[in-house]
């Protein structure tokens, strides 16, 4: 996932040549881009000094606390410098738990009210690491991508779209991104046994998953979090995302499998050209040396056993319980926002889903037979692992607490209300998608993004009459497109680097595709905004 860290091992097939070795770390002369903490540190206290200056406001609110067009007006928040310097150095604090109290709508950690703080959501990012990790530690996912790639590897359209389409089911479902890094030592010789080059790897890993992420229908890091700061279920808007991912993911593939044949019919036509030994490596497939290491391209990897297939199973429930549990489904059959849910209907938020995954990881533990010691150090390695992406989602969390407490979000509103008002809503979608790319590029934390920009994001869909389902769509559309291609995040660098492909042949190799995409998600979201 485009906000978590590498998890589980390396896949079964190790590499079989030292050009797969991992990359070498930045050196520390040169410019680096800052992290998502630091970037947001820094916003937080550059949104403080703003509240200085942008008056406070505020606009009446609706019985579903709705700001109401046209009825803003300012107002004196009643804040000392004190008390402001208070905010800031609370604002993690009220990021995590702060409580927004009732009549005054102020946010602090000692407030009696409603959890304004995302503890939920940092809670429920935890769990899934935990879940996740233990997956891979049990090697089960691995060895089955392992075995896909090595069944399909003389049919080489059939790889490229196996593997990416499993990539992108686990990037909609899960946001798996940084995972797909320790699949280059398998995927790139099997890619050079077909007579592909290095780039037809590298676009099915990075594509492959990426495109799952640009068009997530349920994944927790960008959809989920990005629901939760709209104020809307996680299962809003899941129709037009899974059509979305339907297109998106098919036309990526087809763009994939072509440049792949250009190559295996013409080599000249490689974009990249080939390093000494690439074009060896068909010849070592089609016919392995005597004595051949279990290493070797053309070697067979070893079965799934019951306990693998016991956990891919449970794997794939958990999640088709997850989509079961978030979706509107009166909703969703009815066409109708305001139909009564069914008697069946669970209506899950991320309370329950932080439990589910839980206890999903202990279910899964315990059928790989992993012992109560590794067990628990892998749920509690799983949860460190992803403590960035839960502060990331604190620190945006409290800069929308200093903007709350200032009252200067309903200003900030109000002056791009006129910019919304009569827009017509296909363009107000087509507007949202490409402000956030700039964002995006600032902000790859996808799950930091989507907590610092919804807040703003939302309320102006019920100026434009749009769902903010289509502008949550249209959010992490941007935030995907923009990790397709941009070199501040560690999918794109790390991939390329392992593939040993230079990131400028990667651009042009993936110019074309990015400008297809542009269009087509344009198309998607203002048909999403125009027809909900």
């Not at 990249?272 to 053309?298: I, K, M, N, Q």
């Not at 389902?469 to 392992?498: D, E, F, H, R």
């Amino acid at each position: 996932m485009t906000t978590g860290p590498l998890a589980g091992q390396p896949p079964q097939v190790p590499p079989p040549e030292p050009p797969f070795e991992e990359p070498t770390p930045h050196e520390t002369g040169g410019f680096r881009f800052p992290s998502a903490l630091t970037i947001l540190a820094i916003v937080t206290v550059a949104v403080w000094i703003l509240a200085f200056v942008i008056p406070s406001g505020a606009y009446d609110r609706s019985a579903d606390g709705a700001p109401v067009e046209g009825t803003y007006h300012r107002v004196d928040n009643g804040q000392s410098f004190v008390d402001r310097l208070n905010d800031l150095f609370l604002s993690p604090v009220n990021g995590l738990y702060g409580i927004q109290d009732a009549k005054s709508g102020r946010v602090g950690p000692t407030m009696a009210g409603e959890l304004y703080g995302s503890a939920g959501v940092f809670l429920f990012v935890l769990a899934i690491g935990a879940f996740i990790t233990v997956v891979f530690a049990t090697g089960a996912l691995d060895r089955g991508i392992g075995l896909l790639a090595h069944r399909l590897r003389e049919r080489g359209a059939l790889l490229i779209a196996g593997v990416m389409t499993v990539f992108s089911v686990l990037g909609t479902v899960e946001g798996f991104a940084e995972e797909t890094l320790g699949f280059y030592g398998l995927i790139v010789p099997l890619m050079l046994a077909l007579g592909y080059d290095r780039l037809v790897a590298t676009g099915t890993i990075i594509v492959g998953a990426g495109i799952g992420v640009l068009c997530s229908t349920v994944n927790p890091f960008a959809t989920g979090v990005a629901s939760s700061a709209a104020g809307i279920s996680l299962g809003d808007g899941i129709v037009l995302r899974f059509v979305m991912w339907v297109v998106l993911t098919a036309v990526s593939i087809l763009y994939v499998v072509r440049y792949g044949r250009r190559v295996q019919r013409d080599p000249s036509k490689s974009l990249t050209g080939f390093l000494p030994g690439d074009l060896e490596h068909r010849e070592a497939e089609v016919r392995p040396a005597d004595g051949a290491s279990e290493a070797s391209p053309g070697a067979e990897p070893p079965e799934l056993t019951r306990t693998h297939k016991l956990v891919l199973t449970l794997l794939a429930l958990v999640f088709a319980f997850m989509i079961f549990s978030v979706v509107p489904w009166s909703s969703a059959l009815t066409g109708k926002a305001d139909a009564t849910p069914y008697g069946w209907e669970l209506g899950w938020s991320f309370p329950q889903l932080a439990a589910l995954f839980l206890v999903a990881a202990v279910l899964v533990g315990v059928a790989a037979r992993l012992g109560e010691a590794e067990l628990s150090s892998t749920i509690i390695q799983g949860a460190a692992d992803f403590i960035s992406p839960a502060l990331v989602i604190v620190l945006a969390r409290g800069v929308t607490v200093i903007m709350n407490n200032s009252q200067i979000t309903d200003t900030v509103l109000h002056s791009i209300e006129g910019v919304v008002k009569g827009a017509p809503s296909a363009l107000f979608a087509v507007i949202v998608f490409v402000v956030n790319l700039p964002l995006a590029f600032l902000i790859p934390s996808t799950s930091g993004h989507a907590t610092l920009a919804m807040p703003i994001l939302a309320p102006l869909a019920d100026f434009a009459g749009v769902s903010r389902a289509v502008v949550v769509t249209a959010w992490q559309a941007a935030s995907g497109w923009m990790n397709l291609w941009v070199p501040t995040t560690a999918v794109t660098i790390g991939g390329v680097a392992l593939a040993k492909v230079g990131y400028n042949k990667y651009l042009r190799f993936v110019a074309p595709l990015l400008a297809i995409l542009f269009v087509l998600i344009c198309a998607f979201v203002a048909a999403g905004a125009a027809f909900t």
